[in-house]
C-alpha cells in the first residue's frame, strides 16, 4: 500500500507545483512563463524521483507505468493499482490549486488549473504531439531505468531534464501533457473545453508510451 500511497503523493505534488506554476506564470503570455513552467514540471519530477524513488519508482504517470508494464517491469495489478493513485493524486493537486485559484480575479480569463487543450491548433496536431512527446519522455525514462543499461542515481535528473525540454516543444501546441494524470485532475475542475479535450491527452500519451516501449525491446535488449 506504502507505494500506491507514494504515487498518489508524487503526482499530487507534481500536478500542483507544475500547474500550479503555469498558472502563477500566466504560462503562454510571454517566453519567460513557458520556461518557468517547463522548468516547474522537470524540477518537480526531479524532486519526487528522489523522494519516492526508493518506495515505488516514482512513475507518478499512467504512461510511464505503462510502458513499464509493457516492458514487463511491473506487474497488472501494480500498473492498475498505480495509475488509480495517480489520477487521485493529480485530483487532489488540481482541488488544492483550484482552491487558491478561484477566487484570484488577477487570473480572470485564463485557466484556473493548467488544464491542457489543443487550442487552435486542432485535436489531430495535439494527438500527433502528445504521441511524440510521450514516446520520447518514456523512452528516456526506460533507458534510464534500465537495470544494466541505466543510468544509476542519476536517471531521476535525466529524466527531469528531458520534461524540461519536452515542454518547452509541447506547450506551444497542448499545453503539454505527456501524463493522463495530470490532465484528468484540472479538466475536472476546469470543464469545458478542457474536458472535450481529454481524450487527446489519455489517448496520446498511452499510445506514445506503448510505441516507446516497443522501440527500448528492440534497442535495449541483450543481442545474442
Given at each position: 500500500m506504502k507505494k500506491?500511497?507514494?504515487?498518489?503523493?508524487?503526482?499530487m505534488v507534481l500536478t500542483l507545483l507544475g500547474c500550479g506554476t503555469a498558472v502563477s506564470l500566466n504560462c503562454g503570455a510571454d517566453t519567460a512563463s513557458v520556461v518557468g513552467t517547463a522548468m516547474a514540471f522537470g524540477l518537480a519530477v526531479v524532486a519526487m524521483a528522489y523522494t519516492i524513488g526508493g518506495v515505488s519508482g516514482c512513475h507518478i504517470n499512467p504512461a510511464i507505468t505503462l510502458g513499464c508494464l509493457i516492458s514487463k517491469r511491473i506487474s497488472g495489478k501494480d500498473a492498475a493499482m498505480y495509475m488509480v493513485f495517480q489520477v487521485i493524486g493529480?485530483?487532489?493537486?488540481?482541488?488544492?490549486?483550484?482552491?487558491?485559484?478561484?477566487?484570484?480575479?488577477?487570473q480572470a480569463g485564463g485557466t484556473l488549473t493548467g488544464a491542457n487543450s489543443t487550442g487552435d491548433h486542432g485535436v489531430v496536431v495535439g494527438l500527433i504531439a502528445e504521441i511524440v512527446l510521450t514516446c520520447i519522455f518514456v523512452l528516456v525514462v526506460l533507458g534510464t531505468t534500465d537495470a544494466k543499461k541505466g543510468a544509476g542515481n542519476f536517471a531521476g535528473l535525466a529524466i527531469g531534464l528531458s520534461l524540461i525540454l519536452i515542454h518547452l516543444v509541447g506547450i506551444h501546441y497542448t499545453g503539454t501533457s505527456v501524463n493522463p494524470a495530470r490532465s484528468v485532475g484540472p479538466a475536472i475542475f476546469e470543464g469545458g473545453q478542457a474536458l472535450t479535450d481529454l481524450w487527446v491527452f489519455i489517448v496520446g500519451p498511452f499510445v506514445g508510451a506503448a510505441i516507446a516501449a516497443g522501440i527500448w525491446k528492440i534497442i535495449g535488449e541483450e543481442e545474442a
Open positions: 500506491y500511497l507514494a504515487e498518489m503523493v508524487g503526482t493529480a485530483i487532489i493537486g488540481s482541488a488544492i490549486l483550484y482552491v487558491l485559484t478561484t477566487n484570484d480575479m488577477a
